[in-house]
T-cell receptor
């Protein structure tokens, strides 16, 4: 079973509302990734962190997306003003090296 | 932009049969390939990885890599109904922090 903990499992928001999801990486894994998996199973890389610092990120969808990974607190991904197209499974993964270990994901539905 | 193409999109094999899945990267800078398996409603789990030319076998699973053509394939022998899942190929430019680019996956159904 995955030791990457994501909450909540399901999130339902109206258009324009803020959506926030959290991730606790596996202990000892310094690198954290966020991916978006849409209904067509397409994965979109969003951002990755190493020890709280951003390593790479996409142009965070017109700045509506933000993420952080503070020390001693869960990592988080926030969508400031949700749109219907943001409906997807958001997967957090942590890594001790090359292999990614995924959490169960947060399924966001934007009505 | 790096693309990872997988084929076929879906595959049906009989129980006990051989499943063969393909994956090609369009980015010549790619060094590392992974195969992940995602059962319905679950998160992806790493199945196998390959970084060098040649073949690697783990139980019923064999993965091949041809770095010159940036092509990898996954073969599952003696397929079981529990192997029914979405198989995702991912590639990266190497390094422990590098992002993985995923293909759209091959949906495998093993019929008993």
């Amino acid at each position: 079973n995955s030791k990457v903990i994501q909450t909540p499992r399901y999130l339902v928001k109206g258009q324009g509302q803020k959506a926030k999801m959290r991730c606790i990486p596996e202990k000892g894994h310094p690198v954290v990734f966020w991916y978006q998996q849409n209904k067509n199973n397409e994965f979109k890389f969003l951002i990755n962190f190493q020890n709280q610092e951003v390593l790479q990120q996409i142009d965070m969808t017109e700045k509506r997306f933000s993420a952080e990974c503070p020390s001693n607190s869960p990592c988080s991904l926030e969508i400031q003003s949700s749109e219907a197209g943001d409906s997807a499974l958001y997967l957090c993964a942590s890594s001790p090296g090359e292999t990614l270990y995924f959490g169960s994901g947060t399924r966001l539905t934007v009505l | 932009q790096q693309k990872v193409q997988q084929s076929p999109e879906s595959l049906i094999v009989p129980e006990g049969g051989m499943a063969s899945l393909n994956c090609t990267s369009s980015d010549r800078n790619v060094d590392y390939f992974w195969w992940y398996r995602q059962h319905s409603g679950k998160s992806p789990k790493m199945l196998m990885s390959i970084f060098s030319n040649g073949e690697k076998e783990e139980g019923r699973f064999t993965v091949h890599l041809n770095k010159a053509s940036l092509h990898t394939s996954l073969h599952i022998r003696d397929s079981q109904p529990s192997d029914s899942a979405l198989y995702l190929c991912a590639a990266s430019m190497g390094g422990s922090n590098a992002k993985l680019t995923f293909g759209k996956g091959t949906k495998l159904s093993v019929k008993s």
